[in-house]
């Protein structure tokens, strides 16, 4: 059955900690992995990852791919409390008609000023 | 414009109601979804659309209809809805389906349905 695990489930850091976000999958067909960011509403796209062992990184994010082990993470360092959010990992799998995306439970980050 | 819009933002309804949810989307993306949120759940997909056609519907109660009129525009179509339909529904585009091209996909703002 294909899956995407998340952990921790959730976390509170105090401002300017480093965290660290885990997403381990079994997916059949992988495509590509994404991350994204949810405050209240809907969510905001942070990085697609396709290739293992290549970072991506954008400002204090940054997010890499080991696609032999099945897993992602993502790094967020010198947190603020704008970080504060549920951070979301899916996959997207593919299928003769097109992507199929799975979305693993999320990882609920508090940033205490 | 990478805007993914949807109407209303918020919808509450009776469970003999008839209603319609809109996304709309001017991005040329050829891949639109529609996702059910519960609170503090991740997005379950419902049903994809590829080249305005319906590709996957992921075994999703037929009191819900979805409608892609055109590339731009999705609808989903409610009827007969219970409480336990009451979540967040989420539109999304990607910009092509496709076995070689890799995408990434766009949420719209949701809508924020309550079934009474």
């Known amino acids: ?113 | 414009d990478t805007e993914v819009t949807q109407t209303p933002k918020h919808l509450v309804m009776g469970m003999t109601n008839k209603k319609s949810l809109k996304c709309e989307q001017h991005m040329g993306h050829r891949a639109m979804y529609w996702y059910k949120q519960k609170a503090k759940k991740p997005p379950e997909l419902m049903f994809v659309y590829s080249y305005e056609k319906l590709s996957i519907n992921e075994s999703v109660p037929s009191r819900f209809s979805p409608e892609c009129p055109n590339s731009s525009l999705l609808n989903l179509h409610l009827h007969a809805l219970q409480p336990e339909d009451s979540a967040l529904y989420l539109c999304a585009s990607s910009i092509r389906p496709g076995l070689t091209h890799t995408d990434t996909q766009y949420f719209g703002p949701g809508t924020r349905l309550t079934v009474l």
């Open chain 1, 1 to 113: 059955e294909d899956k995407v695990v998340q952990s921790p489930l959730s976390l509170v850091v105090h401002e300017g900690d480093t965290v660290t976000l885990n997403c381990s999958y079994e997916v059949t067909n992988f495509r590509s992995l994404l991350w994204y960011k949810q405050e209240k509403k809907a969510p905001t796209f942070l990085f697609m990852l396709t290739s293992s062992g290549i970072e991506k990184k954008s400002g204090r994010l940054s997010s890499i791919l080991d696609k032999k082990e099945l897993f992602s993470i993502l790094n967020i360092t010198a947190t603020q409390t704008g970080d504060s959010a549920v951070y979301l990992c899916a996959v997207a799998r593919i299928l003769n008609t097109g992507n199929q995306f799975y979305f693993g439970t999320g990882t609920s980050l508090t940033v205490i000023p």
